[in-house]
């Protein structure tokens, strides 16, 4: 079956710092990939997707490029702030349109 | 915002008591969905919804059960609460499944729910 395997947090950074974690996936056929954000006490928005291979993904200065070559979709950010730090959610489509997710990454971003 | 709420917001409850959770939207969007999150594992897929009185069962669906009278009511039940079902529970809506790269699926606030 489909599954997702992201980094285990937490990250923990200072701001200004450059973040990466990395996103893995197996799945058959081609899915859309998703990163997912949950702040403190919130439920999860859409941060960014990407429907087929080669594709990048941007929003808030973060951004992650679909890679079918390596399975992958890393999200990265060149310079962090103290309010992103949160839970990132690595994410795809099955082929009926249901999400798998990733257990989740905390990134601490420290002052 | 989407207008999704969830009801009640944190609920502790005792091993062997039924337990409804409410998820009401004011987007009219089709799919519901109803997930539990939980340390290590992200939000797992209990039960989904394509329409009034349809429903599917998801990955998760042993001991839950819903019902959907209304395009804006989903309704998730633990019939007999166990301490394992001691998590967080979200519901999202979309517009659209089979779209859902273009029609994302919006989360409401969630709901914590402690079994003793």
């Known amino acids: 079956g489909n599954s997702v395997t992201q980094m285990e947090g937490p990250v923990t950074l200072s701001e200004e710092a450059f973040l990466t974690i990395n996103c893995t996936y197996t799945?058959?056929?081609?899915?859309?990939l998703f990163w997912y954000v949950q702040y403190p006490g919130e439920g999860l928005q859409l941060l960014l997707k990407?429907?087929?291979?080669?594709d990048k993904g941007s929003n808030k200065g973060f951004e992650a490029t679909y890679r079918k070559e390596t399975t992958s979709f890393h999200l990265e950010k060149g310079s962090v702030q103290v309010s992103d730090s949160a839970v990132y959610f690595c994410?795809?489509?099955?082929?009926?349109?249901?999400?798998?997710f990733g257990a989740g990454t905390q990134v601490v971003v420290t002052p | 915002d989407a207008g999704i709420t969830q009801s009640p917001r944190h609920k502790v409850t005792e091993t062997g008591t039924p337990v409804t959770l409410r998820c009401h939207q004011t987007?009219?969007?089709?799919?519901m969905y109803w997930y539990r999150q939980d340390p290590g594992h992200g939000l797992r897929l209990i039960h989904y919804?394509?329409?009034?009185?349809?429903?599917d069962k998801g990955e998760v669906s042993d001991g839950y059960s819903v019902s959907r009278s209304k395009t804006e009511d989903f309704l998730l039940t633990l019939e007999s609460a166990t301490s394992s079902q001691t998590s967080v529970y979200f519901c999202?809506?979309?517009?659209?499944?089979?779209?859902?790269?273009?029609?994302?699926?919006?989360f409401g606030p969630g709901t914590r729910l402690t079994v003793l």
């Open positions: 987007e009219n969007h089709r799919y």
């Open positions: 999202a809506i979309s517009e659209s499944q089979r779209q859902i790269v273009y029609n994302e699926q919006f």
């Open positions: 990407a429907t087929k291979a080669d």
């Open positions: 919804s394509y329409g009034v009185k349809d429903t």
């Open positions: 799945a058959t056929g081609y899915p859309s």
């Open positions: 994410a795809l489509t099955d082929s009926w349109g249901k999400l798998q």
